[in-house]
């Protein structure tokens, strides 16, 4: 799996969009960009996932570079409870098992 | 129904107790998991169950053991536990492969709050 960049910390205005960046310069051509978050005491949760085009869910949007080194999640209105550690993690669709979880990017929403 | 629920939510047990983990969904999956989580780190996988049979022990003690049942169950066997073993005890399932699913995109309980005195 490549190997991704995220910033430590990060902290938002709730109402606010909050953008985290990922970066993922030794990306290969069949490996997606997946992002989780979790929230303080849960499981972690899967938010969405892209292979070169921008995608969008109910919960989130991610922007993909055209040169696919980095990646940004968009969460468009942040609340209170979007506060968590959120994991981008670069990995093929279809492999092994093993999903390896990094330190990730703690985001704290505050009003 | 898109939940994995795991029992019990808080355990604790002392160094000489056997205590078992639950875990259960109900979306078909047929690949299921075992995670370890520390305070303040990333899950680390432990097990992968497909299609109930053991695919991936990740050199865990003997002192954990799963197993798995059903489709739909996962069980995780503790005996004889240290300390340091105290951690959030997460299940997981997902799609397999040949149902072109695929192990990426995966569903987590809520963790079992493990304390080992």
């Known amino acids: 799996d490549a190997k991704t960049t995220q910033p430590t910390s990060m902290d938002c205005a709730e109402g606010r969009a909050a953008n985290l960046p990922c970066n993922h310069s030794?990306?290969?051509?069949?490996?997606?960009v997946y992002w989780y978050r979790q929230i303080h005491s849960q499981g972690p949760q899967y938010i969405i996932h892209g292979l070169k085009n921008n995608e969008t869910n109910e919960m989130a949007s991610l922007i993909i570079t055209e040169d696919r080194k980095s990646s940004t999640l968009i969460l468009p209105h942040a609340t209170l409870r979007d506060t968590a550690v959120y994991y981008c993690?670069?990995?093929?669709?279809?492999?092994?098992?093993?999903?390896?979880f990094g330190a990730g990017t703690t985001v704290t929403v505050r009003a | 129904d898109t939940e994995v629920t795991q029992t019990p939510k808080h355990l604790v047990m002392g160094m000489t107790n056997k205590k078992s983990l639950k875990c259960e969904q109900h979306m078909g999956h047929r690949a299921m998991y075992w995670y370890k989580q520390k305070a303040k780190k990333p899950p680390e996988l432990m097990f992968v169950y497909s299609y109930e049979k053991l695919s991936i022990n990740e050199s865990v003690p003997s002192r954990f053991s799963p197993e798995c049942p059903n489709s739909s169950l996962l069980n995780l066997h503790l005996h004889a536990l240290q300390p340091e073993d105290s951690a959030l005890y997460l299940c997981?399932?997902?799609?397999?492969?040949?149902?072109?699913?695929?192990?990426?995109?995966?569903?987590f309980g809520p963790g079992t709050r493990l304390t080992v005195l």
């Open positions: 993690i670069v990995r093929a669709r279809f492999n092994d098992y093993k999903l390896s």
């Open positions: 030794t990306i290969s051509g069949n490996e997606y």
């Open positions: 997981a399932s997902s799609q397999d492969r040949t149902s072109g699913g695929s192990y990426n995109e995966q569903f």
